[in-house]
């Protein structure tokens, strides 16, 4: 009963979201599906939430190496719920609304939840994001090394891409005869640049592409026929 | 009850896999497979379980069916523009089943090697002699993402392994569901390796939804922990690289695979192994090593070689279009180009 | 034989290259050194769109990015409102990223309502452009609004009914519609536009969008897509246009954030060219060294 | 005290020295942020000559909206001055990262996560809990307690319970005795995408890839005298593509040995693939560079005021 009921509501459920494909009354279940994973999933967040309270008190109860981060963790996690639940300083927009205390839109600029996202969040976000930059510097200068045929091919084509990206491309067109008075100035390297992304480029994502539709169908007939459970545990 | 279950061929094959080890292994592959009969068992229903289905599937299923019916005057139960598409379908699955089913049946089929595979159970090895924990990251997505789904089978292999050499296995999540389905996975492998007690809760755990707040975490967490083997299994974004170099400057051996096609050339230049898209979804069939699943990979193989007969046939008429064109009717329009057979009949899409 | 140099460099702290991009960058950032860029026609074909469209045509702005891909997109988002504005279309905004509400709301404060919120033409909220804010759901959102707006959002980002707003009369769906230009940093974002509301209601779209997602889009082009506008380097070639075609104010530096950018860019793409050729000499020293010699 | 520690040292007071010259010495100061007081029912200034105490009184909701410094409505701004200094400081916390892990990283990082999983719970209790689910359930409710706009004449849908209850499943693992019941939503999850990705993938992904394919290995193309003549750029750019989509197709062949022949095609099959990771690589290195700018234009203009952009 606890694993054949799971898997029969895996593969219905599933069934039911293919056939809907092809069958115009019942196309809109699988929008609803969706909708309605949205709130399974909104729902499931509090889980989500219950646990990285867990996980963070124990740390802080075992005096694990570290604790003290835990409580910032735990402190700002409140704090931002707090703030953003009761909409602290968030005020009506509308004459209509004003009799209604809560109706102010939760991230209305000025208000402590916007304060928190804009001062924050946004800031640490985007800053981890920027690192990526460093990381694609060291990444390029360690793996893009002509160790056989094709890393040869791998930093050859990120080397023509590279020069072909800037107006640097320009250095190209140093040895070619001056352009035609009116004409566009033409340089080599962008077109080889464009012409490696509309052929090559375009060519080995099709083909992954292609692979991947059917790793998915095996995938998605492996969980609707119930041959593979591991997302549903084992047997007790 | 279990709805099928072969595994005494598993046990079997993942023996001979061990035993032999490496590429032999796989060229040594023969499936012990059992007839279907043995394999299916019957599902017997409860009234409770009828009921709940009732509610939770066919009672909303068909509302809905009849509200959006309603408004139209005739009810057409199946779109005839998605006909070509639907038998595309058919053909696909049906093949794929067919060679699962074959391949129950006791049928041996070759697979070839994958390297990113074959360095799983050495990447697991090396860490337990190491003493050092093992990183799994399941994607930033949720599990609406069948990347994420492929990625949790995965690890129930790898998690399965671990429990084997007791090496402790790290799983953080960035969703509350993905870290439910991955502790049942984990629980699950810890029984199949036959040590309950190996699943820990606490080593699987939600950080934040947030993409890079997530990934600050776990990448502090390879500073500190400096695991000596990382998985990055699932569906990833920006965030590829920054696990990888992070994984990179602590040493670990790293086994990447995503469907995500913007991230391979990342995870190419900075993981040692790299399951390129669908190699991802095969991943867990071959490490289950069940011959059903080992059938789908040739299943697979076999929509690979209609996609190429359909595109070299597609190109040679549309050439013979390009070269010979077909002139115009006697209305004077033009007549439809050949290969418009091929682009709007066999592949129109659903 | 050994070289102490190859040595060194074979040993070399990544920090060195994370030191030499800072510089890479920071310095034409101080120095004020930006870069100019020459159009190609993806790029091109939006802005005569834009240009083409008769005065008051519909365009609706899809702003699916966040703060953390604003660096790339929030210049192209600029651009293209200000030129939209400059031809007096109307506009609605729209995202169906949860992040990319306030960067709706910062476009339209830099844009709509600091260059064209007074003067005899300007533009007024409910009339000449609008806000519909966020929408949950995904594709589904976007399928749902091609189908029946008000079904998949009744107000706008203020709270007020779409039936108050005159800018929504005679617009029940997206098929009303002149031209949908999205701003989009992945999923969901451009390629969900195109699938499901451009090509099946046959509207011309147009997409800006990051480096990264420009491979993924790319074949869209020219078939599903009017045009594409790609990362840091397509809001420099469209800024440059406006700045061409309407160089009062636009070919003020002030006004040019990607410009300023562009100098970053092309000494960051040198550090690159250099540290793979560097990588490379080191890789072929060492190859030489262990090659025993007769 | 040891090489590093005294270089750090020398770089924080030389920071602090900086900061302290460009707050106190320079006219535009360091991340100073003013403000102008809107009534926000009715979108009209408030003169800033006006006291705090005087505003709240007369109007019942004032928003505020950032101005600059020149403005004459304009007044300072504690809390997003703060907030600036806050950001910048934050900024160069996880730059710390890049050197080595460390105090000022944690302390982001354990701000970052904390901050980010309320947020998430926040937007979607907002958008999804009250906006979905309880103006589909209670729309009386939801207009009366915070959605004053949402239209009377709606009935409440309880279809919307299934996913509910559902949602609420998942919360059964954390009592043993009907923990298995935590897997119901889970296969309803899983169930829905297998069954949602199976056909949009076959669509998108396999029919749609192999339709834009089909391409004619030889084209011609209308010259200036009207007669057709090979269009040699666009024949050579259609067979490269047809031959590299084939070539990769069979490289991801899991049944049939890499030898001989079908060995030979993978391996151009793999060539092609480098190609591509090459080029995507590259093409992403400028959006990743824009970002590192935009953080410093944020520290160096934004904060310290020492570029005018």
């Known amino acids: 009963m606890s694993k054949t009921v799971p898997i029969l509501i895996a593969s219905i459920v599933g069934f039911i979201m293919i056939v809907a494909n092809f069958s115009p009354p019942l196309l809109p279940v699988r929008q609803i599906a969706e909708d309605w994973f949205t709130i399974v999933a909104t729902i499931a967040m509090m889980l989500g939430g219950a646990n990285l309270c867990l996980h963070h008190l124990k740390k802080i109860s075992d005096r694990e190496a570290g604790w003290g981060f835990s409580t910032v963790t735990l402190l700002s996690f409140f704090i931002t719920i707090a703030v953003g639940l009761l909409k602290v300083g968030a005020v009506p927009e509308s004459e209509q609304q004003l009799k209604f205390a809560w109706s102010g839109p939760f991230q209305q600029e000025g208000s402590g939840f916007w304060w928190i996202y804009q001062y924050l969040f946004s800031p640490i976000v985007s800053t981890m994001f920027a690192l990526l930059a460093f990381y694609v510097a060291s990444a390029a200068f360690r793996a893009f090394r002509a160790k056989n045929v094709e890393a040869i091919l791998l930093l050859l084509t990120a080397l023509i891409v590279l020069v072909g990206q800037t107006r640097d491309r320009e250095i190209t067109s140093l040895f070619l005869p001056p352009p035609v008075e009116g004409a566009l100035p033409y340089f080599p390297i962008a077109d080889l640049t464009e012409f490696i992304r509309k052929t090559f480029v375009t060519a080995g994502q099709r083909a992954i592409m292609i692979g991947i539709a059917l790793g998915v169908v095996a995938t998605s007939l492996r969980i609707l026929l119930g041959l593979d459970r591991s997302y549903l545990g084992g047997d007790e | 009850m279990d709805f099928h279950s072969d595994t005494n061929a598993k046990k079997e094959i993942i023996t001979t896999r061990v035993k032999s080890g490496g590429q032999s292994a796989f060229e040594s592959l023969v499936f012990v497979g059992k007839r279907p009969w043995d394999c299916r068992e019957r599902v017997r229903f409860t009234k409770k379980t009828l009921a709940m289905l009732l509610f939770l599937v066919v009672f909303p299923a068909l509302s809905l069916a009849d509200e959006s019916a309603g408004s139209t005057k005739q009810r057409v139960w199946f779109d005839t523009g998605k006909t070509s598409f639907a038998l595309l379908t058919i053909a696909i699955c049906a093949t794929v089943i067919i060679c699962t089913e074959l391949a129950r049946r006791g049928k041996p089929f070759y697979v070839r090697p994958i390297a990113g595979l074959l360095a799983m159970e050495e990447a697991v090895g090396r860490a337990t002699e190491m003493g050092k924990p093992i990183l799994f990251v399941p994607g930033i997505e949720d599990i609406k993402e069948i990347d994420t789904v492929a990625g949790l089978m995965v690890l129930s292999s790898v998690a399965k392994m671990a429990a084997e050499y007791d090496t402790p296995l790290e799983v953080p999540t960035s969703r509350a569901l993905v870290m439910t389905a991955a502790r049942e996975a984990v629980q699950a492998a810890a029984l199949a390796a036959g040590r309950p007690d190996y699943y820990n809760e606490d080593r699987i755990h939600y950080i934040t939804d947030e993409q890079f707040g997530y990934v600050a975490s776990v990448c502090g967490w390879m500073y500190r922990e400096k695991p000596a083997a990382c998985f990055f299994l699932g569906k990833f974004f920006a965030e590829s690289l920054f696990l990888a170099e992070a994984g990179n400057a602590v040493g670990a051996i790293q086994i990447a695979g995503t469907a995500e096609t913007t991230q391979l050339p990342f995870f190419v230049a900075a993981c040692d192994y790299t399951l390129l898209g669908e190699e991802l979804f095969a991943a867990s069939a071959y490490l289950s090593g069940e011959p059903a699943q080992m059938g789908m990979l040739k299943g697979q193989d076999f929509g690979k070689l209609a996609a190429i007969v359909l595109l070299l046939f597609g190109c040679s008429l549309a050439t013979w279009d390009s070269i010979s064109p077909r002139g115009k009717s006697e209305e004077g329009q033009n007549l439809p180009r050949r290969s418009q057979w091929i682009t709007d009949t066999v592949l129109k899409g659903g | 034989m050994t070289s102490p140099l190859l040595n060194k460099l074979n040993g070399l702290d990544r920090r060195w290259i994370f030191l030499g991009m800072a510089l890479a960058v920071l310095s034409p950032i101080l120095l004020q050194i930006g870069s100019d860029e020459t159009p190609s026609p993806p790029t091109i074909k939006l802005f005569d769109q834009i240009e083409r469209l008769p005065e008051g045509s519909r365009i609706l702005m899809a702003m699916d990015f966040d703060p953390t891909s604003a660096a790339e997109l929030y210049p192209m988002a600029l651009g293209f409102t200000r030129h939209c504005c400059l031809r007096h279309h109307k506009l609605y905004f729209v995202t169906i990223w949860p992040t990319g509400k306030p960067m709706i709301e910062s476009t339209i404060k830099a844009v709509v309502q600091a260059d064209f919120g007074s003067g005899d033409r300007q533009y007024v909220y409910g009339v000449d452009y609008m806000n519909l804010g966020y929408l949950a759901g995904d594709a589904v959102a976007i399928s749902q609004m091609s189908s029946d707006i008000r079904k998949a959002r009744p107000q706008d980002a203020r709270g007020t009914s779409l039936d108050e707003l005159s800018i929504m009369s005679g617009v029940p769906s997206v098929k009303e519609m002149d031209l949908i230009v999205n701003v989009s940093a992945g999923f969901p974002g451009g390629k969900e536009w195109v699938q499901y509301a451009a090509t099946p209601q046959k509207i011309p779209i147009a997409i800006g969008c990051t480096g990264v997602q420009s491979t993924q889009l790319f074949p869209y082009y020219p078939d599903q897509l009017l045009g594409l506008v790609t990362g840091i380097r397509g809001a420099i070639e469209y800024e440059t246009m406006l700045a061409a075609k309407y160089p009062n104010p636009y070919a003020n530096r002030n006004k040019r954030p990607a410009f300023l950018r562009g100098g970053a860019q092309r000494w960051a793409h040198r550090l690159m060219i250099g540290l793979i050729v560097l990588g490379n000499g080191i890789h072929l020293a060492n190859r030489y060294r262990r090659t025993p010699r007769r | ?309």
């Open chain 4, 1 to 309: 005290m040891n090489r590093e520690t005294r270089f750090w040292t020398a770089m924080f007071l030389g920071g602090c020295l900086l900061l302290a010259f460009q707050s106190l010495g320079t006219e535009r100061g360091v991340g100073q942020q003013f403000v102008v007081r809107v009534d926000a029912t009715t979108g009209k200034i408030i003169p800033a000559a006006k006291e705090a105490s005087d505003v709240s009184a007369a109007v019942k909701t004032v928003i505020y909206e950032p101005a600059a410094k020149g403005d004459p409505e304009a007044i300072w701004s504690f809390s997003r001055t703060a907030g600036i200094w806050i950001a910048a400081l934050l900024t160069l916390c996880i730059f710390s990262y890049l050197y080595r892990d460390n105090v000022f990283y944690k302390l982001a990082e354990s701000i970052i996560v904390g901050v980010s999983a309320g947020y998430w719970i926040v937007t979607n209790f907002w958008e999804v809990l009250v906006a979905k689910v309880l103006v589909k359930l209670a729309p009386d409710v939801a207009r009366y307690a915070f959605l004053p706009d949402t239209p009377t004449n709606v009935k409440a849908d309880y279809l919307y319970l299934v996913p509910v209850v559902l949602g609420c499943m998942v919360f059964c693992r954390l009592i043993p005795k009907i923990a298995w019941m935590g897997r119901w939503p889970l296969a309803f999850v899983v169930g829905t995408t297998a069954g949602l990705k199976l056909t949009s993938f076959l669509d998108a992904d396999f029919v749609r890839q192999i339709r834009s394919t089909v391409l004619p290995l030889v084209v011609f193309s209308a010259d200036a005298s009207g007669g057709s003549a090979l269009d040699w750029k666009q024949s050579i750019q259609n067979i490269v593509i047809v031959i590299s989509v084939l070539s990769c197709v069979t490289y991801f062949y899991f049944s049939v040995e890499h030898k001989g022949l079908v060995g030979r095609i993978s391996r151009v099959g793999i060539w092609v693939l480098m190609i591509s990771f090459g080029a995507s690589f590259a093409l992403t290195v400028m959006g990743r560079i824009t970002l590192l700018t935009m953080r410093l234009q944020f520290l160096f203009d934004e904060w310290l005021g020492l570029v005018r952009i």
